[in-house]
C-alpha cells in the first residue's frame, strides 16, 4: 500500500501556519470573505510550534532545556510575533537562572497558566508519536510544562496532540467517523471539564448546532479548555475538507488565530499537504522551512 503518511505531517505543520495566517486576518473582523485577506503572515503560535519542532528534531525527541532554549532563541529574534504575557516571562525567569521545568509555576499568582499557548504549539508531538499513546502523552504534557502548568493547561496540549495523532490514523483507515474520534478521546482523558466538553460537543454535532451554540457551549477564548475541543469540533464538523474545517473555525471569532492553527493542525494532519489550498500555500510565510521540519519530524519515525 502507498504509504502517504509523509503528505500528512506536512498537512498538519503547514495547516497549523495557514489557519493561523488565516484567523490572524480574520480577528474581530467576522468577515466571511476569507480568499481576500490571507497574506500568509503567522503569528507565535506557528512561532513556537516550530520551536517544538526544531527541538524534537535535534534531540531526535525531548529535551526540555533545550526546547526552552529554542523557544527563548526564537522569542528574541521576533519578539513582534504576537506573544501573550505568560511566555515571555518565563524566558525571562529561565533567563536568570529558574530551571526550565520550574519557572512557569510561578505565573498567575502561582496558579499556572491554563491559556492555549501549549496546545497551540504541540502539533509536532502529536507527529512525532502518533502511534505511541503514552509517549505522546509524556511528551505533550513535559514540553507544555515550559511555559503552561495549570492542569487545564497541559491537558489541553495532550489532548490537541492527541487529536493530531487520532487525525493521522484516521486517515489510514475507512471506518472512522466523527462520534469514534470523540470517543477516543473520551477513553483518553480523566479531566472532567474536557469530558463534559466532549459529552456537549456529541450532542452539538448530532444536533447541527449554530455557531451561536458552539461557542456557547464549547467556548472561543484564550483558555485552553475554552479552545481545543472548540477546534477539534471544527475539524470533525467539516470533515471532508481542509478549507472549509479552518473557514469554519475562524469564523467563530474570538482567539481566531488558535482555533484556526489547532483545527490546520488536525485537518492538515487528517487530509495531507495536497488539501490545503495551493493560493494559500503558495503565500505561506516559510513554507519551505516549515515543510523541511515535516520532513524531518517523518524522517525521524
Ligand atoms: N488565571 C487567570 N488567567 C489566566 C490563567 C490563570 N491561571 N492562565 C491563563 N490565563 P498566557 P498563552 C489567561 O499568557 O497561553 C497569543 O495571542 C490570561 O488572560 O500564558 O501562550 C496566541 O495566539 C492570559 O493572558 O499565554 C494565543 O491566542 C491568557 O490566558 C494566546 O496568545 C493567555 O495565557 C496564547 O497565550
Ligand atoms: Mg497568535
Given at each position: 500500500m502507498f504509504d502517504d503518511t509523509r503528505s500528512r505531517f506536512l498537512g498538519c505543520l503547514i495547516g497549523c501556519a495557514v489557519g493561523d495566517a488565516l484567523g490572524c486576518r480574520l480577528e474581530g473582523l467576522?468577515?466571511?470573505?476569507v480568499e481576500s485577506v490571507f497574506d500568509g503572515r503567522w503569528t507565535d503560535d506557528t512561532h513556537m510550534m516550530i520551536g517544538v519542532a526544531e527541538s524534537l528534531i535535534a534531540n531526535k525527541g525531548f529535551n526540555g532545556n533545550h526546547m526552552a532554549q529554542t523557544f527563548i532563541k526564537n522569542y528574541e529574534q521576533?519578539?513582534?510575533?504576537?506573544?501573550?504575557?505568560?511566555p515571555p516571562k518565563v524566558f525571562r525567569w529561565i533567563k536568570s537562572g529558574v530551571p526550565w521545568d520550574e519557572?512557569?509555576?510561578?505565573?498567575f499568582g502561582g496558579a499556572g497558566s491554563y491559556g492555549n499557548g501549549a496546545a497551540m504549539r504541540v502539533a509536532p508531538v502529536g507527529l512525532l508519536y502518533y502511534d505511541d499513546t503514552e509517549k505522546l502523552r509524556f511528551v505533550a504534557h513535559a514540553q507544555s510544562m515550559i511555559t503552561h502548568t495549570h492542569e487545564l493547561g497541559t491537558e489541553g496540549a495532550v489532548i490537541q496532540a492527541y487529536s493530531v495523532a487520532l487525525a493521522v490514523k484516521a486517515s489510514q483507515s475507512s471506518e472512522w467517523d466523527s462520534y469514534e474520534f470523540l470517543e477516543k478521546l473520551m477513553g483518553f482523558t480523566s479531566n472532567e471539564t474536557y469530558r463534559r466538553k466532549l459529552k456537549k460537543a456529541v450532542e452539538l454535532l448530532k444536533e447541527g448546532a449554530d455557531r451561536h451554540k458552539v461557542v456557547k457551549e464549547l467556548g472561543n477564548s484564550v483558555e485552553a479548555h475554552n479552545s481545543v475541543l472548540t477546534a477539534v469540533y471544527c475539524f470533525l464538523r467539516n470533515w471532508g475538507n481542509f478549507k472549509d474545517a479552518v473557514t469554519y473555525a475562524v469564523n467563530l471569532g474570538g482567539d481566531t488565530d488558535t482555533i484556526g492553527a489547532m483545527t490546520g493542525a488536525i485537518s492538515g494532519a487528517y487530509h495531507g499537504v495536497e488539501a490545503i489550498p495551493e493560493q494559500w500555500r503558495n503565500k505561506l510565510e516559510r513554507r519551505a522551512y516549515i515543510e523541511k521540519l515535516a520532513e524531518d519530524l517523518w524522517a525521524l519515525k
Open positions: 467576522a468577515s466571511l470573505d521576533e519578539p513582534w510575533r504576537g506573544y501573550a504575557s505568560g519557572a512557569a509555576k510561578q505565573l
